[in-house]
């Protein structure tokens, strides 16, 4: 490639790039990219060498490879989407817009446009949509030798070499899988199953959801997972930083949401001041919504409040420890049924679980909140008037209902949430605060007028 050929002079951060960083590897070249304008990336990767344009390309957390690509010459464009491996090539495609994307995939030979196309016709966050088609794969009839040759002549085509799977030579369905170490110490002239490993191969199906993938990858120390079609015939293989890459994609979305806001969809700084707006305003508006009707349940217990002003200096206190304590539920249950811990059938255990560890933690706050009302009262750091035990007293009750309140309501609504088939992760520690907050109003109010009925009310 010469990088004289992209339409537009090399400009001046283009230049530095090019002269600063020659000694700097992939993962640094990255992000320096990361930094440029996509115009500047494309004239600095137009001036690699093409074997070391391709390995930056290929790294996913190269931000604008798709808008890079639409902007180089399409003869460029062509031998760069060619070097690359299938599953990224596929990812790019998809993330521009269709005149762009059908002009690149004309590009292509058609071996690598039946591939790609496979592969993007999967659905997103699957086996088969995260998947690769270039692995090494060879008839049960081959003998070690002949496999070490075949590795030899297509390692710089393959995704990953560490493992080699063994085909039926006439069904071409998947027996075993050979690993490096056992196909290098084997005996050349021994069959390629005299160093396969014993039973059948772990796999899984081009639909399974890549959270099962990886636990899968996880539960059996894999570097790939084999992906097979219903006549056992493999389609690709997920290597395990393909399943790094999107879980951690996936996690970042999970941790913005539980924050209270949508999902960004781009890092931080080069989202612009309008889609932050936009992503953060309407979670804010119905969360401030929410806070509303806090204002209504005091305005309900307006006259318990004129009567005993007292009780107006524990809300603070009582609000946040409902809150507090459904969060940590709902960040508990939310990060369980993540890895697979939990099940939605597992929702009544962890309800006859949550229900004495609320009442176990509102007590010990009880205790904690009743103790440092007994001590300003008798130190004489404030009177809490004539009535201050059976203050004491409803203080103390108040937390046990609602801080167990909000380790129910914190662990069961990423339940709900999963059975109405919505992201678990929608269940915010802002929005679970909300609700604890107003539910939590109405407990103390209530255990006050229970206790404090006839003296204080």
Not at 29 to 47: F, I, K, M, P, Y
Not at 52 to 59: G, Q
Not at 174 to 197: M, N
Not at 301 to 328: D, Y
Request: overall charge negative; glycine content about 8%.
């Amino acid at each position: 490639m010469n990088i004289n050929r992209f339409p537009l002079r090399a400009g001046h951060a283009a230049r530095a790039f090019i002269n600063n960083s020659r000694s700097a590897t992939i993962a640094e070249r990255v992000e320096s990219l990361n930094a440029l304008s996509v115009q500047d990336a494309g004239r600095v990767l137009c001036g690699m060498p093409l074997d070391y344009a391709v390995n930056i390309l290929d790294r996913p957390e190269l931000r604008n490879a798709a808008q890079i690509l639409a902007l180089i010459s399409a003869e460029d464009a062509a031998r760069l989407l060619h070097g690359m491996s299938n599953d990224r090539v596929a990812d790019v495609l998809l993330e521009l817009d269709g005149e762009t994307r059908a002009r690149l995939f004309s590009s292509l030979d058609e071996p690598v446009r039946i591939a790609i196309q496979h592969l993007m016709g999967y659905p997103p966050r699957t086996a088969g949509g995260i998947m690769t088609t270039e692995f090494v794969s060879v008839p049960d009839s081959w003998t070690v030798a002949r496999t070490l040759d075949h590795v030899r002549q297509v390692e710089r085509s393959r995704e990953t070499v560490y493992a080699i799977y063994v085909l039926d030579e006439v069904s071409h369905a998947l027996l075993h899988v050979v690993t490096l170490r056992r196909l290098i110490t084997g005996e050349p002239d021994a069959s390629i199953l005299s160093v396969a490993q014993k039973g059948a191969p772990v796999s899984a199906d081009p639909l399974m959801k890549q959270e099962d993938v990886a636990r899968l990858i996880r539960k059996h120390d894999l570097l790939a997972l084999p992906v097979i079609d219903e006549h056992g015939q493999i389609l690709g293989i997920v290597t395990v930083d393909d399943v790094i890459d999107t879980m951690i994609s996936d996690t970042t979305e999970a941790a913005q949401r539980f924050g209270g806001m949508e999902a960004l969809g781009q890092p931080y700084m080069k989202i612009s001041f309008a889609g932050m707006i936009r992503k953060r305003a309407g979670w804010l508006a119905a969360l401030f919504l929410g806070e509303m009707l806090t204002a209504s349940a005091m305005q309900h217990f307006e006259g318990e409040l004129e009567k005993a002003v007292v009780l107006t200096l524990f809300i603070p206190l009582i609000m946040s420890s409902g809150g507090n304590s459904g969060s940590q539920a709902t960040s508990l249950i939310i990060r369980a049924l993540a890895l697979g811990e939990l099940k939605l059938s597992d929702w009544w255990k962890v309800l006859l679980r949550e229900l004495p560890t609320g009442v176990v933690l509102g007590a010990i706050l009880g205790l904690v909140g009743f103790i440092r009302i007994v001590f300003w009262q008798s130190a004489g750091l404030y009177d809490y008037g004539p009535h201050w035990q059976m203050v004491a007293v409803t203080v103390f009750a108040a937390l046990i209902g609602i801080v167990t309140f909000g380790s129910i309501c914190g662990s069961m609504l990423p339940f709900l949430l999963q059975k109405l088939r919505l992201d678990p992760a929608s269940a915010s520690a802002p929005f679970v605060a909300t609700l604890v907050d107003v539910t939590g109003l109405v407990i103390y109010f209530s255990v006050a007028l229970l206790i404090l009925s006839g003296t204080l009310l």
